[in-house]
């Protein structure tokens, strides 16, 4: 929490919840995925569900999937930029069960690869990122976040760690959470800082790891 | 971040609120100030945006409000309280047609600050640099009430909303005029007091009815509570407590009440044919 979420963010009206903070969701799947997608399947949930047609937030969730921040001036034609972007979405009201009553659930596909992002928006533009492919997670977006699937192994986390070290960045959270063990894990590591490409390609290097995301960290313009 | 805190701080209390949020977050206190600058900036255009234009919001219910003020002549003779209002409504307006505002500390809420501040500031005829820090010390508010509550409607109530947006805008007042930390922080306390109970029941879930003229009057409230406080007069409940109790309301509060359209102004009939039309005319 910042000053700055509390006299911000410049957006696109009309709900911070339901229109800045869906926009961040999109943005946060789309990062995860690591470009525009090609399908989207948007589950909403209670409230994102039940009064989001009027909060435009159907609109700033695909905004946010193809990239646009919370002020673009696009986020009102988002169906017809989708249309032009080759990206093919759909709604449906599902119950997530016991989450935030902003929530949906994202599932995306393109370019041989899709990924499942469960978010809540939580108001004043605050997002919390659940769950990234089934495994839970926490973070909000808006420090860079590095997110790694691999194997489970001993040693793994100091492995990263020690990278991330290296560069000398700061960690401010991390969480590990897998199948079983010996079966593929997730960790989520909140950083002080961005890291150096260097130390990104050291960590993909590491054998047992199968997929890694460094998330920029929201823009707080 | 508590009232208490900010309370205790060396006047002006802004100053106290940016060193503590600077080091939390790693930020250097020119940057922040930096941000506020460009947040003030964009208030002011969404301000002038919504004064000229009388465009209809999505659903049609407002729209012409800021300007219809803002044109009209001035009943009371109150130049000030004309001015607030219309700046809070011309902010909220553009908000309800999808125009570019700053949440503050949400969206629905978005009119009370400026309208307060920038209203009061306009009215003085003051810099806007002069509005940098007392706009730090709001965020600081809102914080110290976020530690307790979520200041969305749907969590808290309107009460938890523009409760939250009221008593930052009221603070900020009061270090714009020269109050102590002691003044700003009890001009929050009492804009926060005398809005607990507040539901939050927009016609139809659109944040148009009862929001865009809630915003002028709590942009109002705010520069009263303002004028109290510079007068000495303080909150009787300590201000932590205030926000303790506002919290415990929005829990009690049931779900109908908070943004759901299921109770409160949504419900009455006038509202619910007025629904049933607008859906007939989108088919």
């Known amino acids: ?221 | 971040m508590t009232l208490d805190d900010i309370l205790k701080a060396p006047s002006p209390a802004s100053q106290w609120v940016l060193d503590t949020d600077c080091e939390e977050n790693g930020l250097s206190a020119e940057e922040v100030k930096q941000v506020m600058r460009s947040r003030i900036a964009e208030m002011r255009d969404s301000i002038e945006r919504g004064l000229k234009t009388d465009a209809r919001s999505i659903t049609g219910m407002v729209g012409w409000n800021a300007k219809g003020l803002w044109d009209a002549p001035d009943a009371l003779n109150a130049p000030l309280l004309k001015r607030v209002q219309a700046y809070a409504m011309a902010v909220n307006e553009e908000n309800a047609r999808m125009g570019r505002i700053v949440a503050a500390p949400t969206a629905g809420s978005a009119g009370t600050i400026p309208g307060a501040l920038i209203g009061v500031a306009d009215h003085l005829g003051l810099e806007d640099e002069a509005l940098v820090m007392p706009l730090v010390l709001a965020a600081g508010i809102g914080k110290a009430i976020s530690r307790q509550m979520y200041i969305s409607g749907s969590a808290g109530g309107c009460q938890a909303e523009i409760g939250s947006s009221a008593a930052m805008a009221a603070a900020a007042v009061t270090e714009l005029l020269g109050g102590t930390s002691r003044a700003a922080v009890h001009a929050a306390a009492m804009a926060l007091m005398n809005t607990i109970g507040l539901v939050c029941d927009p016609v139809g879930g659109y944040v148009e009815v009862p929001c865009v003229s809630r915003n002028a009057f709590f942009a109002v409230h705010a520069v009263s509570s303002a004028q109290l406080a510079l007068a000495q007069l303080e909150s009787f409940i300590p201000p932590d407590e205030v926000i303790t109790a506002m919290a415990q309301v929005g829990r009690m509060m049931p779900l109908q009440l908070k943004e759901t359209a299921e109770g409160g102004l949504a419900q009455t009939p006038f509202a619910q044919g007025f629904l049933k039309d607008l859906e007939k005319s989108q088919k």
């Open chain 1, 1 to 221: 929490m910042s000053l700055l979420d509390m006299i911000g963010p410049v957006m696109i009206g009309p709900s911070s919840s339901h229109t800045a903070g869906a926009c961040r969701i999109g943005l946060a799947a789309r990062q995860l995925l690591g470009h525009t997608p090609e399908k989207a399947h948007l589950g909403l949930h209670a409230s994102f569900a039940k009064t989001g047609k009027g909060h435009g937030t159907h609109l700033a969730l695909i905004a946010g999937l193809l990239g646009f921040e919370p002020h673009d001036p696009r986020l009102p034609q988002a169906f017809q930029e989708a249309e032009k972007a080759g990206l093919h979405f759909e709604f449906q009201d599902t119950d997530l069960g016991n989450v935030h009553p902003n929530t949906a659930q994202i599932t995306l596909q393109g370019g041989q690869t899709s990924i499942e992002v469960m978010a809540s928006s939580t108001g004043g533009g605050i997002i919390e990122v659940i769950e990234v492919d089934h495994f839970k997670v926490s973070f909000d977006g808006f420090s860079p976040t590095l997110l790694l699937k691999y194997q489970d192994a001993y040693g793994m986390i100091s492995r990263v760690t020690g990278l991330i070290a290296i560069d000398e960045v700061n960690i401010a959270s991390l969480t590990c959470t897998r199948e079983k063990r010996g079966g593929t894990a997730l960790m989520c590591i909140v950083l002080d800082s961005g890291l150096s490409d260097y130390a990104i390609r050291k960590i993909a290097h590491i054998p047992e790891i199968s997929w890694i995301r460094m998330l920029p960290g929201f823009k707080r313009l």
